[in-house]
């Protein structure tokens, strides 16, 4: 029951979580500006007066509404500390549309507009697999293994989210590697800085001073860009939408397993709020995720805003419910204003980029951190699919460079040079869901659940038949020799089954990692609205 309790908007710590969270979310759309312009051509007018004004709507929306969420909380328990779940654009779904759906498309077309259409109906897609999570997303859970769901996390992390950032990093390392090393001290250790200075912001304007001093940065640019401040307000794009949407089999590979791990890294978000003491209904954040794709995508950005990991860490910074509304307001305003342009001059992206790799590792890490040991290898297998992905991008991306491609130089000449064309095209397709499959195999054989395995294989097998892994596109017996392949396995697990063997026993890690994802019974859930 609602009390009538005084809540401030705005509180002391909220300075400290409004920049540290704030600076996150400005690097993330520094980020995705930069590959929209850099890597999928797209025109400042696409980008400054469409995409990111339809991003800014997203992120205001979607914020002010969470902070809506932790002032009712607030109320309904009767106390003032309650923290906003964090919210923007997602890391690994940014990196995702631009280098595994945008960009293939404009390499082939050399149009930029249709990578743009194809963009914005896997955002549409993803929006819609989140809205379905809502109400089966804790079924998925219940049965995959944490190792696979988050190993193929790692995956994406290590290949599409560190990588670039990583190369980049090191082309101009003496003002990266100082803002990198800033950035772990501050928020790998228990160091602050003196008067609590917030260290994303402390590193940022350390790398900007070092670009500028050193030489690194182009005035010129800086005078450009500021011509191009004006004022923009976001238009519904469907034709833009459902033009995409005409052609929208080859988007299912991915789209449906990042849906399922939007919802699934959804429920582990509010799970980690509410081991924080703030516990909030899985299915009023999961419905607010989804539509806040599909409004997004509708209005022209193809880039899926979710609940973002950390919320007890900017609840530990002090953040209650001012410093995610402010945040969404301050980067909307940004966007409207086309500012980022002028902020891309500014900042150098050495600057820029080394939170993006911290985030990186933190992701990986977590695949290890918190699944059992004995699940390590099937961390590790889940793994490999997401990085043969990225291995085939890069072979395919330095070709066409070269004006040419695979087909053209051939297997033959690619093999007698150590690389292994095919096989890695065949195991990199629909990467997430196969790293998904794939690990949930493994991880169930260690625990010696064969039946289990053999369930997974089977699943394999299927979605191997019908192409949505280890397939170029969707088609009935689309690659039938690797379907072939997981029924193989799902026979070998089926017999060892008969056995009947004693499933491994836990071990005390795994033990512990149970009790603290064991809901609080004296936490009383919120309930869902829209």
């Given at each position: ?23 996150n979310v400005l690097v993330n759309v520094l980020t995705l500006t930069a590959l929209c312009l850099g890597v999928v051509k797209l025109s400042e007018h696409d980008v ?260 973002y990991v950390g919320h007890p860490g900017w609840k530990k910074a002090g953040g209650r419910n001012g410093y995610s509304m402010a945040t969404g307001i301050v980067i ?199």
């Amino acid at each position: 029951m609602e009390t009538s309790l005084k809540i401030p908007w705005w509180v002391r710590g909220d300075t400290n979580a409004f920049f540290g969270f704030g600076v996150n979310v400005l690097v993330n759309v520094l980020t995705l500006t930069a590959l929209c312009l850099g890597v999928v051509k797209l025109s400042e007018h696409d980008v400054f007066h469409a995409i990111l004004p339809a991003l800014g709507i997203a992120l205001v929306v979607g914020n002010v509404y969470y902070t809506f969420l932790a002032r009712r909380l607030a109320r309904r328990e009767n106390r003032t500390d309650v923290t906003a779940l964090p919210y923007g654009p997602s890391v690994p779904h940014m990196f995702i549309v631009i280098f595994v759906i945008m960009l293939p498309v404009y390499l082939k077309t050399q149009d930029a507009t249709k990578a743009w259409k194809a963009g914005l109906a896997w955002a549409f897609i993803i929006g819609v697999i989140v809205l379905i999570g809502a109400f089966v997303g804790p079924y998925i859970r219940k049965y995959a293994p944490r190792a696979a769901l988050l190993g193929t996390l790692a995956g994406i992390s290590i290949t599409f989210i560190s990588m670039l950032p990583a190369a980049r990093m090191w082309n101009l390392a003496w003002v990266a590697l100082p803002v990198f090393a800033l950035l772990l001290i501050g928020l790998l250790t228990d160091t602050k800085l003196p008067g609590n200075f917030p260290i994303g912001l402390a590193a940022l304007l350390l790398g900007t001073a070092i670009g500028w001093i050193g030489g690194a940065m182009d005035g010129n640019a800086v005078s450009t860009a500021a011509h191009e401040i004006g004022f923009a307000i976001p238009g519904v794009h469907l034709d833009l939408l459902f033009s995409g949407l005409s052609d929208v089999a080859p988007l299912l590979a991915t789209a449906i397993p990042l849906g399922v791990y939007n919802f699934t890294e959804g429920m582990s978000n509010v799970e980690s709020a509410a081991a924080a003491g703030d516990n909030y209904n899985l299915r009023s954040v999961l419905l607010a995720d989804g539509a806040g794709a599909i409004i997004g995508s509708a209005l022209g950005s193809p880039f899926p805003p979710a609940v973002y990991v950390g919320h007890p860490g900017w609840k530990k910074a002090g953040g209650r419910n001012g410093y995610s509304m402010a945040t969404g307001i301050v980067i909307a305003l940004l966007c409207f204003l086309s500012m980022f342009g002028l902020l891309g001059a500014i900042l150098p992206m050495p600057a820029i980029v080394p939170i993006l790799l911290y985030i990186g590792l933190l992701i990986g890490a977590q695949a290890f951190q918190f699944t059992p040991k004995a699940h390590a290898a099937a961390v590790i297998a889940a793994l490999i699919p997401n990085i043969a992905q990225w291995a085939t991008s890069q072979i395919d991306n330095s070709l066409a460079a070269a004006g040419t491609t695979a087909t053209k130089v051939g297997e033959a000449a690619l093999e007698g040079n150590g690389v292994v064309y095919s096989g890695l095209l065949t195991l990199g397709q629909g990467a997430i869901l196969a790293g998904l499959v794939f690990g949930s195999i493994v991880a169930f054989v260690i625990d010696k659940r064969f039946i289990h395995a053999a369930v997974f294989a089977v699943a394999g097998a299927l979605l191997s038949f019908v192409g949505l892994i280890h397939a170029e596109q969707i088609a009935w017996n689309a690659d039938g020799p690797v379907a072939l392949g997981y029924l193989f396995i799902a026979a070998v697990c089926g017999l060892f089954a008969l056995t009947r063997p004693a499933p491994r026993p836990k071990d005390p890690d795994e033990l512990e990692l149970d009790r603290l994802e064991s809901p609080s019974p004296a936490s009383s859930p919120e309930p869902a609205t829209v």
